[in-house]
């Protein structure tokens, strides 16, 4: 018989903006130099308040904006430098080329792709990729999966963390 759930895979329902948004600031804390978060949603669906979340966790203190017209929002006043990148507006392969996407990709930073179902051939081995589907008006159904050991060791981090708590 064949498991239910696929396995190193986490799959939950987040209640809030606010969950997502604290949910986003967790995983920071197990976020390293060159890691890659990859966010795919309808619009709407949380990406860039989980992205929010994420920087709140490296110690961003300013404003975190989806960077859709300008395609790469940078933060270097937190723990690690962060790349936000929004790929939305692109259209292409060859518009994804001619951004220069691989200085990100394999930089020295954290880097969060908003719309990364976008170019999902193109991502590293090892990464994260984040799913967000609408539910309700706030709540969303949240699927992570790692690709390469790193990310699996993250992942499985990262759930005793957040999920192991006793409920009081």
């Known amino acids: 018989m064949s498991p ?10 987040s209640h809030s903006e606010s969950q997502t948004h604290r949910l986003g600031a967790r995983l920071a804390e197990y976020l390293g130099p060159g890691d890659v978060v990859a966010l795919e949603g309808d619009l709407g669906s949380g990406k860039t308040r989980w992205v929010q ?10 404003p975190v904006v989806s960077p859709t017209f300008t395609l790469v929002n940078e933060y270097h006043d937190g723990r690690l430098p962060i790349y936000h990148i929004d790929l939305y ?5 060859a518009e994804i ?21 976008r170019i999902s051939g193109q991502l590293p081995p090892a990464h994260l990729t984040i799913q967000l589907h609408h539910m309700e008006m706030t709540k969303r159904r949240v699927v992570i999966r790692p690709y390469g050991r790193r990310f ?17």
Not at 4 to 12: A, H, K, R
Not at 89 to 93: F, I
Not at 156 to 162: E, L, M, P, Q, S
Request: overall charge negative; glycine content about 12%; aromatic content about 12%.
């Open 4 to 13: 239910v759930l696929e396995p190193n895979t986490l799959d939950f329902i």
């Open 53 to 62: 979340g994420v920087c709140r966790g490296l110690g961003v203190s300013g």
């Open 89 to 93: 507006r692109l259209d292409s392969v």
């Open 97 to 117: 080329e001619t951004f220069g996407l691989d200085d990100y990709l394999y930089g020295d930073g954290v880097t969060l792709i908003e719309w990364a179902d």
């Open 152 to 168: 699996t060791t993250l992942l499985a981090d990262y759930k005793k963390a957040v999920f192991a708590q006793p409920y009081t």
